[in-house]
T-cell receptor, first 108, second 116 residues
């Protein structure tokens, strides 16, 4: 089976840095993606790691350690518009398995 | 259109009724997914199409659920004899070939199904 664990909620202030962790157990693994979803909206793609290491895309970075079955999403220079839910998702055997999501609250 | 389009955006039905949800993927995308999302949860995989065929339908919860993609573009998710537990947002996503290399799916806004 598949399981992904991430914190249910994180709060941070505007301008700060926040890290959202994701640990997973899966039979078969091709990569780990991160998605952002605002309330009532569609999930939107942020980042993907197929290999170990850090991927940087603007204010967002994502890290993967395949040996530790662990990844994280790092958000820098937080803005109010970053308040949303963030999902890690494991890709294997043709499909993504999503975690339950981390609700990020950004306060002024 | 530029993005994935889903209709209806909202559907309210009575227990036992039949429902169809439609997905129009991004033009040229061969991979199409259906997911279901309940409040406070992550998307749950239902079915994956590559072209016209269902490459993986292991997520369909039971035989009341069925999906088609007859011409390799638009897909319809069909739910028979709806139950209150079917209430959720049904998300459709597409990818150019398959997301293995890029990890990216393009999601629609979803169809919110409420079964009374």
């Amino acid at each position: 089976g598949q399981s992904l664990e991430q914190p249910s909620e994180v709060t941070a202030v505007e301008g700060a840095i926040v890290q959202i962790n994701c640990t997973y157990q899966t039979s078969g693994f091709y990569g780990l993606s991160w998605y952002q979803q605002h309330d009532g909206g569609a999930p939107t793609f942020l980042s993907y790691n197929a290999l170990d290491g850090l991927e940087e895309t603007g204010r967002f970075s994502s890290f993967l350690s395949r040996s530790d079955s662990y990844g994280y999403l790092l958000l820098q220079e937080l803005q109010m518009k970053d308040s949303a839910s963030y999902f890690c998702a494991v890709y294997n055997f043709n499909k993504f398995y999503f975690g339950s999501g981390t609700k990020l609250n950004v306060k002024p | 259109g530029a993005g994935v389009s889903q209709t209806p955006s909202n559907k309210v039905t009575e227990k036992g009724k039949y429902v169809e949800l439609r997905c129009d993927p991004i033009s040229g995308h061969t991979a199409l997914y259906w997911y279901r999302q309940s409040l406070g949860q992550g998307p749950e995989f239902l079915i994956y199409f590559q072209g016209t065929g269902a490459a993986d339908d292991s997520g369909l919860p039971n035989d009341r659920f069925f999906a088609v993609r007859p011409e390799g573009s638009v897909s319809t998710l069909k739910i028979q004899r709806t139950e209150r537990g079917d209430s959720a947002v049904y998300l459709c996503a597409s990818s150019l070939t398959g997301p293995r290399n890029t990890g990216e799916l393009f999601f629609g806004e979803g169809s919110r199904l409420t079964v009374l």
